[in-house]
Nanobody
């Protein structure tokens, strides 16, 4: 079981980054893939999630809706988070996660089974 995030870095406010989450095939076929972020001393929060059951459902946190886009490339077993118009308050460690069940809230960390190690995003 492996999820590997990449694409983090430092960027000025208003800039963009694209995060990638490379997975194995069995993990990519999980029912729900999500992106979360965490600042030291605060709880991990859901940023975006994509749930695949009878249809595809995408959800975003209010704080990022309209600026962030989650997508996936089945051929590469990769999930992306495109982040535009970045703000200093977006600074955090960003994590990719997978849930085996589709009976989850895509933005609720407790519903996920597997996690990556994270990639740092810093916006100044």
């Amino acid at each position: 079981v492996q999820l590997v995030e990449s694409g983090g870095g430092s960027v000025q406010a208003g800039g963009s980054l694209r995060l990638s989450c490379a997975t194995s095939g069995d993990i990519f076929n999980s029912k729900c893939m999500g992106w979360f972020r965490q600042v030291v001393g605060k709880e991990r929060e859901g940023v975006a999630g994509i749930r695949s059951s009878s249809d595809v459902t995408i959800e975003y946190a209010d704080s990022v809706r309209g600026r962030f886009t989650i997508s996936q490339n089945p051929a590469k077993y990769t999930v992306y988070l495109e982040m535009n118009s970045l703000k200093p308050e977006d600074t955090a460690m960003y994590y990719c996660a997978a849930a085996l069940s589709d009976l989850v809230d895509p933005l609720r960390p407790q519903d996920y089974d597997y996690w990556g190690q994270g990639t740092q995003v810093t916006v100044s």
